[in-house]
């Protein structure tokens, strides 16, 4: 008879050195794991933008300036792993607690 792995919470914070200090507090019941920053921005080279707008006069803005100037959000190369890292704790989640500072970027990272 197989056994089901236990589903624990995912907390999502800033700094390793936070989440290493919650994990400390939170037990066994939740994996801790820190983004490192932000993991989207707006894209910094052409090889960045997805194929699918890449012909879009726009796209190389980063913005398209015909929509109310929505932005065009990529991954960063450099977080590529850590969102890997991420989506993949997050199968195993039974709920999600994004525990980000309560500032402009910590906003910011759990809306991405």
Do not use: C, Q
């Not at 792995?5 to 019941?29: C, Q, R, T, Y």
């Not at 983004?35 to 796209?59: M, N, Q, T, Y």
């Not at 991420?86 to 500072?101: M, P, R, W, Y």
Request: no cysteine; proline share 4%.
């Amino acid at each position: 008879m197989a056994t089901s792995k236990k589903k624990k919470g995912l907390v999502i914070v800033e700094s390793p050195a936070k989440a290493k200090k919650i994990a400390g507090f939170l037990g066994n019941d939740y994996e801790v794991r820190a983004s490192v920053g932000h993991v989207r921005d707006l894209p910094e080279k052409a090889a960045d933008i997805p194929a699918a707008v890449k012909k879009e006069a726009w796209s190389r803005l980063g913005v398209n300036v015909e929509s109310g100037f929505e932005p065009l959000y990529v991954i960063s190369p450099e977080k590529k792993k850590t969102v890997k890292e991420l989506k993949e704790s997050l199968k195993n989640a039974e709920e999600v607690i994004v525990a980000t500072d309560e500032d402009r970027e910590g906003e910011s990272i759990g809306w991405h």
